[in-house]
């Protein structure tokens, strides 16, 4: 049921997702997102089976009376079977597409396999020079960012 609901909500355009999320939250909504980037420099990124534009970064909300750290290695569990640990906050960033507060940490991979769920169907790192087509372009932007960042 989940899946037919994930790609039902795929196939409407993105001014409605904007508008649902507009309608069913709060204000503002605080979310959290991981930022893992390979030996190589490569990021990774989630294949997401209910966007449109399917790549993106790790990413999910922080549920109530969870501290945000929490919420990004569950998030990444749920989503993948998979445990990363937080090297450190990079950024908290105000999204005014869907009016959102997003603590991004840069994290890592310490064990486990993905495992495909009802959300994410792939995972893969991509060069920042070649990442493919993303919902928000301001998901690019901030990897691009970051990797300045990282690298000081």
Not at 39 to 61: D, M, S, V
Not at 67 to 82: G, H, K, L, N
């Amino acid at each position: 049921m989940m899946k037919t609901l994930l790609r039902l909500w795929r196939t409407l355009p993105l001014w409605m997702h904007i508008l649902a999320a507009k309608l069913a939250r709060p204000r503002f909504r605080a979310a959290v997102a991981a930022l893992i980037f390979d030996e190589q420099g490569r990021i990774l990124l989630f294949k997401h089976t209910y966007r449109n534009f399917e790549w993106g970064i790790p990413a999910g909300g922080v549920e109530y009376r969870e501290q945000p750290a929490d919420a990004i290695v569950r998030e990444f569990y749920e989503e993948t079977s998979m445990q990363i640990e937080i090297e450190r906050l990079l950024t908290v960033v105000s999204a005014r597409e869907d009016h959102h507060i997003s603590m991004v940490y840069l994290c890592r991979i310490v064990s486990g396999e993905f495992k495909e769920s009802h959300e994410i169907s792939e995972i893969k790192y991509f060069s920042v020079d070649e990442m493919p087509a993303m919902m928000l372009t301001t998901e690019k932007e901030l990897i691009k960012w970051a990797v300045k960042e990282v690298r000081r």
